[in-house]
């Protein structure tokens, strides 16, 4: 059943599925609810780093030396754990600056050069060239032999097909078709192409499943698990060898780890890697998830690898079959024609996703850093006249598109044959790798200049083409293949593959020491001889100090001159349409609480510097300062101005790093001062509760006082037996004063901690005796019936004597004040706890409401009768006389119900 | 007739020293021991004059006081307020009842029964 | 985690697993035998990639 057009249906449903998501996800992103604004859909959309080099051509390279695959994704891994210092870092710069692609990176960090953002989109172009062809070969490949089922036959050499009927060409057409329907629908500031960020992460989703399924029919259902399948495989001495890989192979361990330092490049430097993790970032704390997601999702990838490879030569002994295509044929030649079409939608997952992005990073960088500055130069186009030219900037990137496709079609034409898919994906990693320095270089090094990133670049590039490009098109046939064997013009020094002498490596190794030296030393060579110019020592502080400095204005402060509101606007207009310029100036004027239109903005180096930024979003750095500086005129500043503006920028972040410490300090100490306000609030709301219920509690007693007084005084006919019963009131108000006073002098002694306490050993049973006795005379006035409950022999206790009596009278007397009237019943017990005596003194009054319970031993509070509302007493007793347990290691409380009376129990520990 | 003056207040000392210096300048004294009797006894009793203590149980002098300004037939009865609480607001709260005079806690018997006269005019 | 606390603990990372996969290291290794059925180079390179995953993710996430 898998015919060609059943097979090129799938596909087309395939793409279709695709569409739909980069277009619903468009849908929301303009609707302002992006779908992709999460830590997981930024992670997978970094998979985009598993090509169909990964899908097919892992197994391939595992076939034919074991491990020498995982370099490839050990190498990012290790990157990613850097990802903290270097990507956070890099991805800071470009929000800031609105870097839209490497070559901005690079163009912007060396003071804006056109120049540099050429050479870097040239080298990205040329170097990454190789690593489309890869793709298109694998889509066709896999086609051609699928089509083939359920013969399992390698497809004639492809180049020879004719070009009508050559899939490759129909495949890059199609991809080139699809990528300018996502990558060019419109033009966005910021380069945001939140559908095809969707689409990619599905990508992702599909080639990892369609991997894990075959890797899985392969070792579980081919084979008993991984223990048989390497066992089977170590029965075969050729097989066996390679289970222990880095043996007496030639530069096994430099190879190993040149093409680790490789990967680690490539996974910041390949365009499409920057375009996804760079560009279309949202949010920079989606990092935080993606630097162990995207490991975890390598690691899945490639867990199967080795078992495919192994099952592929344990089943194609004889090697007819190309292990590039294991995962597609070992399915095949079992009859699983389901699980083949999933691997085919698989490889072209992993194609399409890599062409995709790749193709709109390049064309980005194509349009902006090679085709416009050239254009704006040219005064006879007079571009700068132009009212709108977004038509034209997408045109030339659907322009691009189509010609780096043919571009990628033409290299597989001329050189796809003559290697395998890991080779052809590595020389593309090798040109990439150029990058590394300027840009690692540019963030941390200020001392990097444009002269010194310009001569590393074109050293690096060439001698890169020199010792890959160069070969790859002698081995195909372009080039005459004595240029390797004897070198050009027989020099042997000079041989491609063996330069200067340099033997016994395999081609990536020797390439890179090469370029790498040739690199470095022409960055850090020419940087540390040449003078940075007014514009690159900016730049190279904005880049170096990005977490120094605060917001988009950073680089504001850098000029100087005089400029127009409405030529900035219309330049804006121009490369972003008026619609997007009115907006970008409202937002601006909203940021500075004005209306566009309505309020006078100044046309000072703030909005010009927004401006310039937004422009860069839209048609790169170098190009945009070229277009600044066409309506602005600007007033030159000296080098020594910039570095005095620099210097005070850091004495100002000195400052402020200090000024924020101060204000820390000066918050932390507000709050500890605001604290200790409320309580002293609390404590003066409690005085003057205090002070209130005092007055009221010394005034009743004063006022019979006055009053009996005042009344012998001035009526002294009164008869003795009067006389002698006012005395007697006169005298028991005294008292209740006396008694009054004496308790808040006792508790002001308590609180400050002045009260004398004297301890000796106490016999319970006999205080509480004495207590009841004193007492007697209140009970027997009030009717109250006392019981009294003590066991025979108690444990000493150790307390003062007269502050224990003093806690039962208190506690006697509340009982016989709130006890029912006239059927009073007090029972007082004491029980040995165990540890400690436990004394209760119950009541049969009204009871204590249970929110209540909290509060009566808190000093000043008083609660009343819970029938009347009448506080009786200060309120001071019972907070004296927890005060007084407590201070003799026990514990006072309460257990009452409304309606049953109150039960006051306290304990004192063993003496 | 005698003049009928109802004291409501709970401190028992002070309902005896009110009740026998107003005995002596020949009112009838009714007592009311909490807020409730006094309601009460103003219903039954038409006093007319009340000496009210504020801090009484169940029902506030305060409450009281708003009582018997409720009923426009009471409105002849004259209400003195007796309060331990001498603060201003106190003071204020008492007047807006409708109290006639509010005496502070302790006070003057003499001056007292001077203003009990005053606002009882034979 | 305070921000300044994960750079040189990334790094660190970073450190151990270049010296985890390289020379001499690597070549302990380089030996016949299985583990668990799986040959030991192959069973070595996964286990510790997989731990120096885990501790990205543990440094990440605090």
Redesign the interface.
């Known amino acids: 059943m898998l015919q060609g057009p059943v097979v090129i249906l799938a596909a087309f449903a395939y793409l279709g599925v695709l569409f739909a998501i980069a277009y619903y996800a468009d849908q929301r992103a303009d609707a302002g609810r992006p779908v992709i604004a999460n830590p997981y859909v930024y992670s997978l959309s970094l998979a985009v780093y598993a090509t169909a080099w990964t899908f097919y051509g892992s197994v391939g390279r595992a076939a034919s030396d074991g491990i020498g695959f995982l370099p490839i994704y050990i190498g990012p891994t290790l990157m990613i754990a850097l990802w903290w210092v270097v990507m956070r870092k890099i991805l800071r710069i470009s929000k800031q600056n609105r870097i839209t692609s490497l070559a901005d990176f690079i163009a912007s960090r060396y003071g804006k050069s056109a120049l540099l953002g050429g050479i870097v989109t040239v080298i990205a172009v040329i170097g990454i060239l190789p690593y489309i062809s890869l793709q298109l070969k694998a889509v066709s490949a896999s086609y051609l032999i699928l089509v083939q089922y359920p013969e399992v036959v390698m497809p004639p050499v492809l180049g020879e097909a004719s070009v009508r009927q050559d899939p490759a060409l129909w495949v890059a057409l199609l991809l080139a078709a699809f990528t300018i329907a996502f990558g060019t629908r419109h033009l966005d500031a910021a380069e945001h192409h939140q559908g095809m960020v969707a689409a990619i992460a599905f990508e992702s989703l599909v080639k990892l499943l369609a991997f894990l399924a075959v890797g899985i029919f392969v070792t579980f259902g081919l084979y008993n698990g991984f223990g048989d399948l390497f066992a089977r495989a170590a029965a075969v001495p050729k097989l066996k060898a390679m289970m222990t890989p880095l043996e007496g192979v030639a530069g096994g361990y430099a190879s190993w780890v040149w093409l680790t330092i490789l990967s680690m490049m490539a996974i910041m430097f390949l365009p499409r890697q920057f375009q996804v993790t760079v560009v279309e970032n949202l949010d920079e704390r989606h990092l935080n998830k993606a630097i162990w997601l995207f490991p975890v999702y390598m690691l899945a990838i490639n867990v199967f690898v080795l078992p495919i490879a192994f099952g592929g030569l344990l089943h194609f002994p004889e090697g007819g079959v190309d292990a590039d295509t294991f995962v597609l044929t070992l399915p095949m030649v079992e009859k699983q024609e389901g699980l083949a079409l999933l691997v085919f939608i698989g490889g072209l997952s992993a194609a399409t996703g890599m062409v995709i992005v790749e193709t709109i990073a390049l064309s980005t960088m194509v349009c902006n850093d090679l085709v416009m500055p050239v254009l704006l130069r040219m005064r006879s186009l007079a571009l700068n006249e132009k009212p709108d030219l977004t038509g034209l900037l997408l045109g030339i990137r659907r322009g691009a598109i189509v010609l780096i496709l043919l571009l990628g079609y033409l290299y597989f034409k001329l050189a796809g044959e003559a290697y395998a898919l890991v080779s052809i994906g590595l020389i593309s990693f090798a040109a990439v790798a150029q990058f590394a320095p300027v840009v690692l270089g540019g963030i941390f090094w200020k001392g990097g200049t444009r002269k010194g990133a310009l001569c590393g670049l074109l050293a690096g590039f060439a001698v890169w083409s020199y010792t890959l490009l160069l070969p790859a098109l002698a081995r195909s046939g372009w080039l005459p293949i004595g240029l390797l064997e004897q070198g050009p013009f027989g020099i042997a020094l000079l041989k491609p593959l063996a330069l200067f002498g340099l033997s016994g490596l395999d081609q990536i190794t020797h390439a890179m020491i090469w370029s790498m030296l040739a690199n470095i030393g022409g960055y850090v060579g020419v940087s540390l001889v040449a003078t940075p110019s007014v514009e690159e020592h900016r730049q190279a502080s904005l880049f170096v100090d990005v977490f120094r400095q605060g917001g988009e204005a950073g680089g504001a402060r850098f000029w100087r001159g005089t400029a127009s509101v409405p030529e900035l606007h219309s330049l804006l207009a121009r490369f972003l349409g008026a619609a997007a310029a009115d907006e970008a100036f409202e937002e601006y004027a909203r940021s500075r609480g004005r209306r566009w239109r309505r309020d006078p903005l100044d046309a000072d180096a703030e909005l010009v510097h927004y401006v310039e930024v937004k422009l860069a979003g839209a048609i790169g750095a170098a190009s945009a300062r070229v277009m600044v500086a066409s309506v602005v005129k600007e007033e030159a500043m000296t080098i020594d101005e910039v570095r005095t503006i620099l210097d005070e920028a850091s004495q100002v972040v000195v400052y402020s790093h200090r000024l924020e410490q101060k204000s820390r300090e000066l918050e932390a100490a507000t709050a500890e001062l605001r604290a200790a306000n409320e309580r002293l609030k609390e404590l003066d709301r409690l005085k003057d509760d205090f002070v209130s219920t005092v007055t009221h509690e010394l005034r009743t007693p004063l006022t019979s006082i006055r009053a009996f007084t005042q009344i012998l005084l001035e009526h002294p006919q009164v008869d003795a037996e009067q006389r002698s019963k006012f005395l007697g009131i006169i005298t028991k108000e005294t008292e209740r004063l006396t008694r009054l006073i004496n308790q808040v002098l006792d508790l002001s002694k308590i609180e400050s901690g002045k009260a004398e306490w004297r301890e000796s050993v106490l016999d319970l049973r006999e205080l509480i005796g004495d207590a009841v006795t004193g007492m007697s005379q209140v009970f027997e006035e009030r009717n109250i019936k006392v019981d009294v409950e003590v066991p025979a022999k108690v444990a000493p206790v150790r307390a003062d004597v007269d502050r224990i009596i003093q806690v039962m009278l208190n506690l006697l007397s509340n009982a016989a004040k709130f006890c029912e009237p006239g059927r009073g019943r007090v029972r007082v017990a004491l029980r040995d706890d165990g540890g400690a005596l436990r004394v209760e003194v119950r009541d049969n009054g009204p009871g204590i409401d249970p929110s209540d319970q909290g509060v009566i031993f808190d000093k000043f509070r008083q609660v009343g009768d819970t029938l009347t509302g009448k506080p009786h007493g200060s309120g001071l007793g019972l907070h004296i006389s927890r005060q007084i347990v407590e201070h003799f290691g026990g514990r006072m409380w309460v257990e009452s119900r409304v309606g049953e009376g109150a039960c006051f129990a306290f304990t004192l520990p063993h003496g | 007739m005698a003049k009928k003056i109802l004291i409501a207040d709970d401190e028992p000392n002070i309902v005896t020293a009110l009740e026998f210096l107003l005995q002596r300048s020949g009112y009838e004294v009714l007592i009311a021991r909490d807020g409730d009797e006094a309601l009460k006894t103003v219903e039954s009793a038409r006093p007319d004059l009340v000496l009210l203590d504020i801090m009484m149980p169940v029902r506030s002098g305060y409450e009281v006081c708003k009582r018997i300004r409720e009923r426009p037939d009471w409105a002849h009865i004259k209400v003195v307020m007796l309060s331990a609480k001498g603060r201003d607001a106190e003071v204020n709260k008492g007047m807006a009842m409708g109290a006639d005079l509010y005496v502070t806690k302790p006070f003057s018997t003499r001056e007292l029964m001077e203003k009990v006269k005053g606002l009882l005019p034979p | 985690m305070n921000e300044k606390d994960?750079?040189p603990r990334?790094?660190a990372?970073?450190m151990l697993?270049?010296v985890l996969?390289?020379?001499p290291v690597?070549?302990l290794f380089?030996?016949?035998g299985?583990v668990?059925?799986?040959?030991v180079?192959?069973a070595y390179?996964?286990a510790v990639?997989?731990l120096?995953?885990?501790l990205?993710?543990l440094v990440?996430?605090r």
Not at chain 3, 36 to 39: D, K, L, Q, S
């Open positions: 994960k750079a990334f790094v990372l970073c697993g270049v996969f390289n020379f690597l070549a380089n030996v016949g299985t668990f059925g799986v040959p180079l192959y390179i996964f990639w997989a120096l995953i885990a990205m993710a990440a996430e």
